[in-house]
């Protein structure tokens, strides 16, 4: 079983889950964050998806407003929130296939992000525009 430490850390949450964990957890929609931070709720939802990340000056704002660390946003590690409760309808075989799942979707967005790159780097040397 895993700590409370664990739970948002990077083997089990991305950057878009704890951003989600903890508006959901300061009782605000996507679009009263979104609206508070000064971007369009698209932005936002990017940012929950794990599609793009904030510029150093939204993840403080965002970190402020959600009344956690801008470490524990990017890594799940600092102050944060804590692991969510036992005592939920969750048995350890769905926890388990949950972070099996997670880890699976860590994966993908990886694999998406080297497949990006390596497009980018075949356009520029078969020099079509990006």
């Not at 890594?75 to 949950?98: I, M, R, Y």
């Amino acid at each position: 079983m895993m700590d409370g430490d664990d739970w948002y850390g990077p083997e089990v949450a991305t950057f878009g889950d704890r951003v989600a964990a903890a508006r959901e957890a300061s009782q605000m929609t996507q679009e009263q964050l979104a609206k508070r931070l000064g971007v369009k709720l698209k932005t936002l939802q990017h940012w929950e998806e794990d599609l793009s990340e904030p510029r150093a000056n939204r993840l403080s704002m965002m970190a402020g407003l959600l009344n956690v660390s801008m470490v524990w946003l990017m890594t799940g590690q600092g102050q944060g929130l804590s692991a969510p409760s036992d005592e939920g309808d969750e048995s350890p075989d769905v926890k388990a296939v949950l972070i099996e799942l997670r880890a699976v979707q860590n994966r993908v967005h990886a694999a998406a992000e080297e497949v990006g790159r390596l497009e980018k780097k075949l356009r520029k040397l078969l020099k079509y525009p990006a």
